[in-house]
T-cell receptor
């Protein structure tokens, strides 16, 4: 079946550190891939997405590249800020008109000043 | 623009009680979803709807019921609450007016439910 595996958290970094959150997936065909972010006390918000191999999604300084050869969609940011503290979810939607997103377990990021 | 609105934000139930979690959206989205979020477990899909009058089961539908009488509203019903239903519940919606496109999900702010 379709699944998403994220690196275990929590992740704690100092401000301006480099961030990587790993995400790998298992899916049939060519899924679309997403990163959602959940700030404390809020619902999830779309951070970025990529719909085909080698696409790079980017937003707010975050980037992720769709790597079909390694079935990965790792999230990166060069210099994190305290305001980036949140839970990050990797997700996929398969082709073929599927109406459902499959989410990873989430990775909690804490950035200290 | 209010987006997706969920009520209540918090609720404590006793075992065996029933309640309805309300969800409404004002974006004229045809697709709506209910997820539950358990600590360290990500989001699991409970039920979803592709339009008024149409609902379908997700991964974890047992113990829940839904209805979709209007485009705007998608309430989630718990008939006999159990401790295993203690979780944070999120409603979400999206527009899929063009098949094959990948519009983002819009989420409500969640309902934290405890069953004791």
């Amino acid at each position: 079946g379709n699944s998403v595996t994220q690196m275990e958290g929590p992740v704690t970094l100092s401000e301006e550190a480099f961030l990587t959150i790993n995400c790998t997936y298992t899916a049939t065909g060519y899924p679309s891939l997403f990163w959602y972010v959940q700030y404390p006390g809020e619902g999830l918000q779309l951070l970025l997405k990529a719909t085909k191999a080698d696409d790079k999604g980017s937003n707010k300084g975050f980037e992720a590249t769709y790597r079909k050869e390694t079935t990965s969609f790792h999230l990166e940011k060069g210099s994190v800020q305290v305001s980036d503290s949140a839970v990050y979810f990797c997700a996929l939607r398969t082709q073929g008109g599927s109406e459902k997103l499959v989410f990873g377990k989430g990775t909690k990021l804490t950035v200290n000043p | 623009n209010a987006g997706v609105t969920q009520t209540p934000k918090f609720r404590i139930l006793k075992i065996g009680q029933s309640m309805t979690l309300q969800c409404t959206q004002d974006m004229n989205h045809n697709y709506m979803y209910w997820y539950r979020q358990d600590p360290g477990m990500g989001l699991k899909l409970i039920y979803y709807s592709v339009g008024a009058g149409i609902t379908d089961k997700g991964e974890v539908p047992n113990g829940y019921n839904v209805s979709r009488s209007t485009t705007e509203d998608f309430p989630l019903r718990l008939e006999l609450a159990a401790p295993s239903q203690t979780s944070v519940y999120f409603c979400a919606s999206t527009s899929r007016a063009v098949p094959g496109t990948n519009e983002k999900l819009f989420f409500g702010s969640g309902t934290q439910l405890s069953v004791l």
